[in-house]
C-alpha cells in the first residue's frame, strides 16, 4: 500500500506553495488530524518483534548443542565452547562446507558403524544448513522491523494496530498505517504516514514534516485531544507556535462524575504557599521527592510527589487509595 500514490493528495501537495501565492492558504495555520489506513496485506502475516528475537535465541542454543555434538576439529573450533559466540548465517555456511569437504575426503566405509557414522555426520550438515536458513530468516525481520515492535511478512512497510472498524469487537490488531493530514482552508498542505499508532507520539516528527516541506513552522496549530501532552505543547512553544491543542483530560474534566470525585488529585486542595495537598480527610499531603521520566522519544519528564503522614484507619481509605499497606 503506498498512498503517497494518492494522486488527489500529491495533487494539493505540489500546488501548496502556488495556492499560497494566490492566497488560498497562508501557511501560518495548521489544521492536524489523523487517522488508520489498513493495508492490503493479510492480518495473519504479523511478525511479532518479541517472537522473534526468542526463537532467534532459542535456534541459537540449538546450534550450540549441535555443534558441542559434533566431534569434527573443523566444528569444534567454532562450537559452544565459546559463550560468547555469537553465530551468523556466514559461519555456519562456512561450517556446512568446511563439514561436508570432510566427508568427501574420507575414505569409503568398511563396515556398518563407519557408515551409519558418515550418515549421521550428513544428517548433521542438513540441520545446521536448515538453521542457517532459519538464522538468516529471523536476521532478515529483525533488520525489517528497525525500531517497530510488529510488521507485515507481506508488506513490510505496515505495522500491526487497532483500528477504528472493530467489527468483532476485541481489539484486533490488523496491519496499517497511521496517516496524518495537515489542512489548511480545506487545502491538504501536508501529509505523512507513521508506523506509531498513537497521535500523540507522531505530533513532533509531523510538525517537523512540515517545517522540511516549506521551511518554516505554522505560526498556529490545532488540533484535537489526542495530541496533547506536555512534550508537544513544550515543543511547540519553543518553536513559537501557538497551540489550540486540548490536553488528554479535557473532555473527562467536563464531567458531572470527574468534578465531583472528591479522590481525584486534581480536585484536591493544593496550597501554592506550603507546598502540599490536603486529602479528604483534612491530612496535609507533603511534598516527599521527585520522579524523574524519560519517554519514547527521549523527552525527560519530573512529577513532584505527595504523600499523606497517615492513612492507617482511614474510614475512607477504601475509595481513596487502592494498596492495602502504606500511605496514599
Ligand atoms: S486514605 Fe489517607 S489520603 Fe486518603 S483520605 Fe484517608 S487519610 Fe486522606
Redesign the pocket.
Known amino acids: 500500500m503506498r498512498v503517497c500514490q494518492n494522486r488527489h493528495i500529491l495533487f494539493f501537495l505540489r500546488k501548496a506553495p502556488t495556492f499560497s501565492s494566490q492566497g488560498f492558504v497562508s501557511l501560518d495555520v495548521e489544521y492536524i488530524d489523523g487517522t488508520k489506513i489498513e493495508s492490503k496485506a493479510n492480518k495473519y502475516t504479523f511478525v511479532w518483534r518479541k517472537s522473534v528475537e526468542k526463537n532467534r535465541a532459542k535456534l541459537m542454543e540449538k546450534v550450540k548443542v549441535l555443534l558441542s555434538q559434533i566431534d569434527d576439529a573443523i566444528a569444534q573450533d567454532k562450537s559452544a565452547e565459546d559463550e560468547g559466540v555469537c553465530f551468523t548465517p556466514e559461519t555456519l555456511t562456512e561450517i556446512a562446507d568446511e563439514l561436508r569437504q570432510s566427508l568427501e575426503e574420507q575414505p569409503e566405509p568398511m563396515n556398518k558403524e563407519e557408515k551409519k557414522a558418515i550418515r549421521e555426520r550428513k544428517r548433521q550438515v542438513r540441520q545446521i544448513e536448515q538453521m542457517r536458513d532459519k538464522l538468516s530468516e529471523y536476521n532478515t525481520h529483525i533488520e525489517t522491523l528497525g525500531e517497530r515492535n510488529s510488521c507485515s511478512k507481506t508488506d513490510p512497510d505496515a505495522t500491526f494496530m487497532r483500528m477504528k472498524e472493530d467489527a468483532m469487537n476485541n481489539g484486533q490488531t490488523k496491519p496499517g498505517y497511521n496517516l496524518q493530514i495537515g489542512t489548511e482552508n480545506q487545502f491538504i498542505t501536508d501529509f505523512a504516514l507513521f508506523h506509531n499508532p498513537n497521535d500523540t507520539g507522531t505530533m513532533k516528527p509531523f510538525l517537523d514534516s512540515f517545517y522540511n516541506r516549506y521551511g518554516r513552522f505554522a505560526k498556529e496549530v490545532c488540533a484535537d485531544s489526542g495530541y496533547g501532552s506536555e512534550e508537544n505543547y513544550s515543543f511547540m512553544e519553543s518553536h513559537d507556535m501557538e497551540a489550540y491543542v486540548k490536553y488528554n483530560y479535557f473532555h473527562k474534566e467536563q464531567k458531572r462524575a470527574f468534578k465531583q470525585d472528591i479522590f481525584r488529585i486534581e480536585n484536591l486542595y493544593y496550597s501554592p504557599d506550603g507546598d502540599y495537598f490536603v486529602?479528604?480527610?483534612g491530612?496535609h499531603?507533603e511534598r516527599v521527592g521527585t520522579r524523574h521520566n524519560k519517554t519514547e522519544r527521549g523527552y525527560r519528564t519530573v512529577n513532584a510527589v505527595y504523600r499523606?503522614h497517615r492513612?492507617d484507619g482511614?474510614p475512607?481509605?477504601f475509595r481513596?487509595?487502592k494498596r492495602k499497606y502504606g500511605?496514599?
Open positions: 486529602c479528604p480527610m491530612q499531603m499523606a492513612c482511614c475512607l481509605r481513596c487509595y500511605n496514599r
